[in-house]
């Protein structure tokens, strides 16, 4: 799904042509491709559902009235910017649900009240180094995470040379605790999930740093390295 931005020749479109749909929705136009009717079964989609399920079962029926109102209230408070420089305002339960699917990549205690702010360092720049054999792979930072946020590392399947990089494609590989400084060692993970190093692949890994107590998010950091 992609979001679009009209210009004044054409001001909307909506409908299908070929396979792509035009529609429009809360935060703006967008396209996507036609949906086929499938529903896949794999455990880390069911593991999505099934918290975003509890999530909404969480806000409809165990957070008060007054929590669901300063949710509101404070939503209309947290700018966001799209991919158009367009600010926009998640609803309540938007931002209720994203904070704590925030939270929830870190193993983190979720939240019913709304924190003050979502704050969050940076690990301002990465490093990726593969060295040995069998290879190993390294992350490193120029900053470490304060005393309360966790680095959360995820990573895309190997590509080859002149492969492009799809940052959606990125799946998570590893978290650690709070506080703790690179360097970050993710070999048993990264190829626990898309098998052994084999030389000439591209290897791209993203690092952020991930608040426990707000579920604030920094600005990612990209880093890639071919395997020797």
């Given at each position: 799904?992609?979001?679009?931005l009209?210009?004044?020749?054409?001001?909307?479109?909506?409908?299908?042509?070929?396979?792509?749909?035009?529609?429009?929705?809360?935060?703006?136009?967008?396209?996507?491709?036609?949906?086929?009717?499938?529903?896949?079964?794999?455990?880390?989609?069911?593991?999505?559902?099934?918290?975003?399920?509890?999530?909404?079962?969480?806000w409809?029926?165990?957070?008060?009235?007054?929590q669901?109102?300063?949710?509101?209230?404070?939503?209309?408070?947290?700018?966001?910017?799209?991919?158009?420089?367009?600010?926009?305002?998640?609803?309540g339960?938007?931002?209720?649900?994203?904070?704590?699917?925030?939270?929830?990549?870190?193993?983190?205690p979720?939240?019913d009240d709304?924190?003050?702010?979502?704050?969050?360092?940076?690990?301002?720049?990465?490093?990726?180094?593969?060295?040995g054999?069998?290879?190993t792979?390294?992350?490193?930072v120029?900053?470490?995470?304060?005393?309360?946020?966790?680095?959360?590392l995820?990573?895309?399947?190997?590509?080859?040379?002149?492969?492009?990089?799809?940052?959606?494609?990125?799946?998570?590989?590893?978290?650690f605790?709070?506080?703790?400084?690179?360097?970050?060692?993710?070999?048993?993970?990264y190829?626990?999930?898309?098998?052994?190093?084999?030389s000439?692949?591209?290897?791209?890994?993203?690092?952020?740093?991930?608040?426990?107590?707000?579920?604030?998010?920094?600005?990612?950091?990209?880093?890639?390295?071919?395997?020797?």
């Amino acid at each position: 799904m992609a979001k679009i931005l009209y210009t004044a020749a054409v001001g909307d479109a909506r409908g299908k042509l070929g396979g792509t749909v035009f529609s429009t929705g809360r935060y703006g136009s967008f396209l996507q491709q036609t949906p086929l009717p499938r529903n896949p079964h794999s455990e880390p989609q069911g593991a999505l559902r099934r918290h975003m399920k509890m999530l909404g079962w969480r806000w409809s029926y165990w957070l008060t009235q007054d929590q669901r109102d300063a949710w509101c209230a404070w939503a209309l408070t947290m700018d966001f910017t799209d991919v158009f420089i367009h600010t926009y305002n998640l609803t309540g339960w938007g931002i209720f649900a994203k904070v704590n699917q925030t939270l929830k990549l870190v193993s983190a205690p979720l939240l019913d009240d709304h924190p003050a702010d979502l704050a969050c360092g940076s690990p301002d720049g990465a490093t990726l180094v593969i060295a040995g054999s069998p290879p190993t792979l390294v992350v490193h930072v120029t900053t470490d995470p304060a005393v309360n946020e966790r680095a959360y590392l995820a990573a895309v399947r190997p590509l080859t040379p002149g492969a492009t990089y799809v940052g959606k494609l990125s799946r998570k590989v590893k978290t650690f605790g709070a506080g703790v400084a690179h360097p970050y060692d993710i070999t048993a993970e990264y190829t626990d999930r898309y098998g052994p190093l084999q030389s000439g692949q591209v290897i791209h890994v993203l690092v952020n740093f991930i608040s426990q107590d707000t579920g604030g998010q920094g600005t990612p950091a990209l880093a890639q390295e071919v395997v020797p």
